[in-house]
């Protein structure tokens, strides 16, 4: 890295750390790659895990709360004033990792504030309809539905406000770099989020199971798996961190071809990816990494013909795709799989586009041309 990033003080801002899934995987690139960079997010539930044991990392007053520091969904009108209240008045370079609140944080006017964006808030603009309909508040769902139609207007107002403060945005993927053109109208460039291609092993000999592995939440559509699985007889394994009433529902409702697999370590994750026969993403997603890990293993994907699948999956050479999501097209397209053959060597050498090495120097690049700007 170029000695004047170096001597650059540096922070990290991030709408939360609670679970560890894509948007953490990029923090935990961010702070690779900025090992001196101190850390700022609404709340952080990751004690004990040893990447954030020699880093400094401030929390909002929303963590006090022993209700809504738990459940940081809770706290949707007092994020922004949290990040808000953030003082980073001492950096010169601000990386927020957004796809929530954490674009909100307010810089010096010398400091150059970039928004790494995942996606523009999605309850609030491109899925406002869906999240309103399926709403995590618990017992609580029935004034959310209420309240939130009431918020909203003057919620997008803010998120738009709050948008305009970052000196630059970069986006996660091309379906992102739109969305921020059209609900922010910001311009953006896209860097690809990344794996680490070393940590996955190319394996060519491949077992007869499928695999999924995510949150079990609705929008992830584990409920198409299960109904399409339960009809088809072959083998699935989800593995999952999400212990809910979904979870319960479908765990239930599986018949004894699917197997459910809860809070595995990473590197039992990472065999499951290499031994699958194929990995199934039925979700629509603005990135998801998962679909690349699979594929790093040599192992072929079936995904949702939608956004950054697109753009990670190559039809015909690293996967399949299914059009509508719902049994009768997945199941077409699992058809389709079976009739095929995928070189590993292939899928792998695809993969390999979305190594960390790639996502540090794009990133160290464009940085460092708005420095000498």
């Known amino acids: 890295m170029n000695n004047s990033i170096k001597n650059k003080r540096v922070a990290i801002v991030c ?6 899934w894509g948007a953490e995987l990029v923090l935990q690139e961010l702070m690779r790659i900025f090992p001196d960079a101190d850390i700022f997010t609404s709340v952080f539930w990751q004690q004990g895990n040893p ?29 922004p004033q949290a990040f808000e209240w953030f003082d980073v008045s001492k950096y010169d370079i601000v990386i927020s990792s957004s796809s929530a609140e954490s674009k ?51 919620l997008r107002r803010w998120d738009f406000c709050a948008a305009q403060r970052p000196d630059y945005f970069i986006a996660n993927s091309k379906n992102t770099q739109k969305r921020i053109k059209k609900y922010y109208k910001r311009e953006s460039i896209v ?30 559509k584990f409920d198409l798996l299960v109904e399409t699985f339960n009809a088809n007889g072959k083998a699935l394994i989800i593995a999952t961190n999400t212990d809910n009433k979904l979870y319960r529902k479908l765990r239930k409702k599986s018949k004894t071809n699917i197997i459910w697999k809860m809070n595995l370590p990473r590197n039992e994750i990472i065999s499951l990816y290499a031994s699958a026969k194929c990995f199934v993403f039925p979700p629509e997603e603005d990135f998801w990494l998962v679909p690349i890990e699979a594929q790093a293993t040599g192992t072929p994907v079936i995904a949702y013909w939608v956004w950054w699948a697109l753009e990670t999956v190559i039809e015909w050479k690293t996967g399949v795709f299914f059009k509508e999501q719902t049994p009768k097209s997945l ?15 292939t899928i792998r050498k695809h993969a390999e586009q979305f190594d960390n090495k790639i996502f540090e120097n794009e990133l160290v690049s464009f940085i460092q041309n708005k420095i000498n700007s």
């Open 15 to 20: 709408d939360w750390i609670k679970d560890w």
């Open 104 to 154: 909100w944080v307010i810089t010096k006017p010398n400091c150059i504030q970039i928004c790494y964006c995942h996606t523009p808030t999605r309850y609030f603009w491109s899925h406002y309809e869906e999240y309103l309909s399926m709403m995590e508040f618990g017992i609580l769902n029935p004034l959310g539905k209420w309240l939130m139609p009431k918020l909203i207007k003057n």
């Open 331 to 345: 199941q077409k397209a699992l058809d389709k799989f079976e009739t095929m053959s995928f070189d590993p060597s």
């Open 51 to 79: 990447l954030f044991e020699s880093r400094k990392v401030t929390t909002s007053f929303i963590q006090k709360f022993p209700i809504i520091g738990k459940s940081h969904k809770l706290a949707l009108t007092l994020r």
């Open 191 to 220: 860097i690809y989020p990344s794996i680490d291609i070393s940590e996955f092993p190319l394996t060519a000999e491949k077992q007869d199971y499928y695999l999924a592995v995510g949150r079990c939440i609705p929008y992830k």
